[in-house]
């Protein structure tokens, strides 16, 4: 059983206008929240998280948002740039004594020019 | 280093061979992480490190996969009798500190794995 869903494997925006990504888990032990963006042929990278205590972080462009009662989770991107083009990963930990990440299986987003 | 780097980027084996795939964390990461990436899937735990000692193995999916930190920096992931099914990128990440709430782990490019 996934604990960590993408239900959207891909999205389309046009450039400039806001992205959103959505992700849904189903354990509520999950206490730290993260999102990694990945290019073909290259390991995932670090772009922003949260911590459970909170329902909101942002860093530039990037904005997360956390909604503890429907375990959901959303990122968005504004304005949205031909470079965001990648997979997006949700992921989450809190569980294990190594607290490993719990991944979604991604959202290829294309950003178009 | 700059990053994680992991070799080689692809390996090619017959099923039945043994490989060894190597990762070289951030230096000075204290935390070191061993994950599988089916393809169009998320990455999946294997096994963590706390400096040399192997402190969860939990993800390993089978006896076939051991996994070495002798000296609390390089890692090896060793692959015994390889099977088609062991085809996947297996990613490496570490962290500075110690498991913990706010760790943020950083991957290297990963090794793509490919048994025929």
């Known amino acids: 059983d996934q604990q960590v869903k993408q239900n959207s494997p891909s999205l389309s925006v046009q450039e400039g206008r806001i992205s959103i990504l959505n992700c849904d888990y189903t354990?509520?032990?999950?206490?730290?929240f993260l999102w990694y963006k990945k290019y073909p042929a290259e390991g995932p990278t670090f772009l922003i998280s949260?911590?459970?205590?909170?329902d909101k972080n942002e860093d530039g462009r990037f904005t997360v948002f956390l909604n503890k009662s429907a375990k959901h989770l959303s990122l968005h991107i504004v304005p949205s740039q031909p470079g965001d083009s990648a997979v997006y990963f949700c992921?989450?930990?809190?569980?294990?004594?190594?607290?490993?990440?719990?991944f979604g299986s991604g959202t290829q987003l294309t950003v178009l020019p | 280093g700059a990053g994680v780097s992991q070799s080689p980027r692809y390996k090619v084996a017959k099923r039945g061979q043994d490989v060894a795939l190597r990762c070289d964390p951030i230096s000075g990461h204290v935390s070191l992480f061993w994950y599988q990436q089916a393809l169009g899937q998320g990455p999946e735990f294997l096994t963590y490190f706390q400096n040399e000692a192997q402190l969860d193995k939990s993800g390993l999916p089978s006896d076939r996969f051991f996994a070495e930190r002798p000296e609390g920096s390089v890692s090896t992931l060793k692959i015994q009798r390889t099977q088609q099914e062991d085809s996947a990128v297996y990613l490496c990440?570490?962290?500075?500190?110690?498991?913990?709430?706010?760790?943020?782990?950083?991957f290297g490019a990963g090794t793509r794995l490919s048994v025929l």
């Open positions: 990440a570490s962290s500075l500190t110690v498991a913990g709430p706010t760790n943020i782990q950083y």
């Open positions: 949260i911590s459970s205590i909170k």
């Open positions: 992921a989450a930990s809190g569980t294990g004594s190594a607290r490993q990440l719990t």
């Open positions: 354990n509520s032990m999950f206490d730290y």
